[in-house]
């Protein structure tokens, strides 16, 4: 029953983080350049080792529109795990690595990995190495630079600071 209380909860967030991805591909010409060679694939996202104490993010399929953007596939949020594969890459992420690479500041690529067609996982890759969210930027468009510049710096302190903290309690363990 819970699940089924969370279901269009999460059909919603995924709804914003498709706004994000486009927000964030859209700042960067060359990568809807790339994504355009790919018009018409699908990317479905699945996570493994999420954790306990939160609710399971629904399964994610996107299609690559043609302006390089990508579209959330309603239709292919059903489909099984494992189900037309080969016309769909298949990124896992896990939650833990993820949060991980977060807190440590997000260096590199995250940790994922890609399963399917080469070329469009060349695309997904070169895209995970390169694209970063400029969120200092888009919050100086609404406050200005300086304020922006603050909270910036907060935030990438507030990151250290409880990456730090992880770092403690996993060596306390």
Do not use: C, K, Y
């Not at 089924?4 to 706004?19: D, K």
């Not at 970063?132 to 304020?147: C, H, M, N």
Request: proline share 7%.
């Amino acid at each position: 029953m819970f699940e089924a209380l969370l279901e269009p909860l999460g059909r919603e967030a995924l709804g914003r983080v498709t706004l994000l991805l486009n927000h964030v591909l859209s700042a960067e010409p060359e990568a809807t350049r790339r994504l355009t060679t790919q018009v018409g694939r699908t990317v479905g996202v699945q996570w493994r080792q999420w954790p306990a104490m939160l609710p399971p993010p629904p399964r994610a399929v996107w299609s690559i529109s043609p302006a390089g953007l990508l579209d959330l596939d309603e239709d292919l949020l059903l489909v099984p795990v494992g189900v037309g594969e080969d016309q769909t890459l298949m990124v896992t992420l896990d939650g833990t690595e993820l949060l991980g690479w977060v807190f440590g500041g997000m260096a590199g690529r995250p940790p994922m990995d890609i399963r399917g067609d080469a070329a469009l996982a060349a695309e997904v890759s070169w895209l995970a190495e390169n694209l970063r969210w400029d969120i200092e930027d888009d919050l100086a468009r609404v406050v200005g630079d300086g304020p922006a510049r603050v909270l910036g710096q907060l935030g990438r302190g507030l990151t250290q600071a409880v990456g730090a903290f992880v770092q403690r309690v996993r060596g306390a363990a």
